[in-house]
T-cell receptor, first 112, second 112 residues
Framework: EPEVTQTPSHQVTQMGQEVILRCVPISNHLYFYWYRQILGQKVEFLVSFYNNEISEKSEIFDDQFSVERPDGSNFTLKIRSTKLEDSAMYFC??????????FGSGTRLTVV | GENVEQHPSTLSVQEGDSAVIKCTYSDSASNYFPWYKQELGKRPQLIIDIRSNVGEKKDQRIAVTLNKTAKHFSLHITETQPEDSAVYFCAANPGGSYIPTFGRGTSLIVHP
């Protein structure tokens, strides 16, 4: 079964540093998403991406966040100046058509 | 925007018993309701979904019901097994959107 792959699985970073989280969506999928999940809380939408541009974003996705699809396969989330409260599990997801998402295995980001 | 409430937050059952998790939503235009299972430290995985033109859907031991009038939907797991232990999230897609709003999750514990 095709999978969404995320790297790294765990990243520890100093407050104020930039981090890039990487995702490889399923190859024929057209729509890409980033979600985050603070420990013990619900999954929260950050941003959706289609046709090489952001199609929707939440209030959480402020100027410190950006997304890119640099080479047609990778889909990245950049956090420019990390804060303690950015510590969370970040999930990438993709879908082809229809409603069903496939989530990646997640990147646990710890900001110290 | 859409608001999804989920109850209970924790559910503990004996192996073989049934488990029911309930969700309510606020946007009457919501038309797609997926359920995700998240095992500890793993990605959310879609286990069943239902669309607004259907009242009930079943897949082996799992069933979902939808009451559009009351704006609530439920997940039913029969003959529970220890491997059903996980956090279950309900979600609702507001009308015209492919961005689900998630509930806060239910931690299901099945005791052998």
């Amino acid at each position: 079964e095709p999978e969404v792959t995320q790297t790294p699985s765990h990243q520890v970073t100093q407050m104020g540093q930039e981090v890039i989280l990487r995702c490889v969506p399923i190859s024929n999928h057209l729509y890409f998403y980033w979600y985050r999940q603070i420990l013990g809380q619900k999954v929260e939408f950050l941003v959706s991406f289609y046709n090489n541009e952001i199609s929707e974003k939440s209030e959480i996705f402020d100027d410190q966040f950006s997304v890119e699809r640099p080479d047609g396969s990778n889909f990245t989330l950049k956090i420019r100046s990390t804060k303690l409260e950015d510590s969370a599990m970040y999930f990438c997801a993709s879908r082809w058509e229809g409603d069903g998402y496939t989530f990646g295995s997640g990147t646990r980001l710890t900001v110290v | 925007g859409e608001n999804v409430e989920q109850h209970p937050s924790t559910l503990s059952v004996q192996e073989g018993d049934s488990a029911v998790i309930k969700c309510t939503y606020s946007d009457s235009a919501s038309n797609y309701f997926p359920w995700y299972k998240q095992e500890l430290g793993k990605r959310p995985q879609l286990i069943i979904d239902i669309r607004s033109n259907v009242g009930e859907k079943k897949d082996q031991r799992i069933a979902v019901t939808l009451n559009k009038t009351a704006k609530h939907f439920s997940l039913h797991i029969t003959e529970t097994q220890p491997e059903d232990s996980a956090v279950y999230f309900c979600a609702a897609n507001p009308g015209g959107s492919y961005i689900p709003t998630f509930g806060r999750g239910t931690s299901l514990i099945v005791h052998p």
